[in-house]
């Protein structure tokens, strides 16, 4: 898939008979978009959901900030197995070229990353029989992305990227009755992702 995508974006036309009508986009829009993460060796599959706002800088550079939600469970054995769900804050730059019926663009930017660990009842009742931990928690973590795309007519767009994000686990123990120990250990939540979305020029 992504060979496929990155020869269809080179292939796409590299300078429009008109620049100013047929190769730009809309000064603002609001772009939703529904996809899928893959496993990472780490986390399984699983959703993710997104909505960016979108803004043309100056052609051909669009600058985009949003929010995605994405779900994955943990299954390493190197960690406690349970469920993650990540909220991240991007901002992001991306070139653009084509025409207005159909634009390749490619870039990265910069995400913020907050997760919410949810271990199974197994696992903490495991941890807390061999090691006394009474809670388990991943730290907030800024990270990047890389992000390919293709668009139709300025409508419907397909991104693939990918996600660099690395957290520290935490494990907090209990020493005595008024004070905790705590455990640091490096987690990659962050992988390949693969959407389709929705754009709404404003």
């Known amino acids: ?7 269809i974006w080179l292939c796409l036309p590299a300078a429009p008979l008109n620049p100013v009508e047929q190769d730009t986009l809309s000064d603002f829009s609001v772009h939703f978009s529904v996809g899928a993460i893959g496993p990472n060796g780490v986390l399984t599959a699983g959703p993710e959901f997104a909505v960016h706002y979108e803004m043309l800088a100056v052609h051909p550079i669009l600058i985009r900030g949003g929010i995605d939600y994405s779900y994955g469970e943990v299954t390493s054995l190197r960690y406690p197995a ?18 207005n019926g159909l634009i390749g663009y490619v870039g990265g930017g910069v995400v913020y990353g907050k997760q ?4 199974r009842q197994a696992a903490s009742d ?6 006394a931990v009474a809670d388990v928690r991943l730290t907030d973590q800024v990270g990047y992305r890389f992000t390919l795309g293709l668009r139709y007519r300025q409508l419907y767009s397909l991104e693939i990227g990918v996600t660099e994000l690395y957290p520290d ?3 907090e123990s209990l020493a005595t009755s008024n004070q905790t120990i705590s455990k640091y250990k490096q987690i990659k939540t962050g992988g390949f992702r693969l959407t389709l979305g929705y754009i709404i020029p404003l």
């Not at 349970?82 to 025409?99: P, R, S, W």
């Not at 919410?116 to 271990?119: D, G, N």
């Not at 495991?126 to 090691?131: I, N, Q, V, Y």
């Open 169 to 171: 686990f935490i494990k």
């Open 1 to 7: 898939m992504y060979s496929l995508l990155t020869a």
């Open 126 to 131: 495991s941890l807390w029989a061999k090691e």
């Open 82 to 99: 349970g469920n993650l769900h990540t909220g991240l804050a991007t901002l992001e730059v991306l070139y653009y070229k084509g025409t």
């Open 116 to 119: 919410f660990f949810s271990p």
